[in-house]
């Protein structure tokens, strides 16, 4: 199953995200008081639970958030997901719109955590159905008509 491990945001874009408990999803804009809201097609980062326990399992020493992303989700590998993919997460609808990212500078994320996992594994998202999620709701992917797929 494809669940919410953590929702992260913060104030500056390059800063290491907090965890929060919930958070309020705008449609057509991102995290309300997030540093990535606004409207471009980079308004909701998510980062696979897996591939930080991968880097937790190397020795490295990071909270969620650490790399910047907004969602921990668990269940699924997420750089895998095509551009255009539909995912439910608690009451919104995102759709992916990046897989990974290019690191112009080495940014505070780099120089507190050693490296970052977001330019390969991690993934954006724009919000087409905005509300609330919360630590430990479920994902689920939809097809183009909005079907459940099987995982």
């Not at 008081?33 to 980062?47: F, N, T, Y």
């Not at 992916?96 to 780099?110: L, R, S």
Request: proline share 1%; hydrophobic share 35%; net charge negative.
């Amino acid at each position: 199953m494809c669940k919410v491990l953590a929702v992260c945001t913060s104030k500056h874009k390059g800063t290491l995200k907090v965890e929060v408990d919930e958070a309020n999803f705008i449609e057509e804009f991102g995290i309300e008081g997030d540093a990535h809201a606004g409207k471009w097609h980079r308004q909701v980062s998510l980062l696979a639970f897996e591939k930080i326990d991968e880097f937790r399992k190397k020795g490295g020493d990071v909270d969620f958030g650490a790399f910047g992303e907004n969602l921990v989700i668990e269940g699924i590998e997420l750089n895998k997901l095509p551009v255009g993919q539909r995912l439910e997460v608690g009451e919104t609808l995102l759709e992916v719109t990046q897989i990974g990212k290019e690191c112009h500078d080495k940014c505070a994320i780099y120089y507190q955590v050693g490296e970052c996992i977001m330019p390969k594994n991690g993934i954006f998202t724009r919000v087409l159905r905005g509300g609330k999620v919360k630590v430990g709701d479920k994902c689920t992917l939809l097809d183009s008509e909005k079907k459940v797929f099987t995982l």
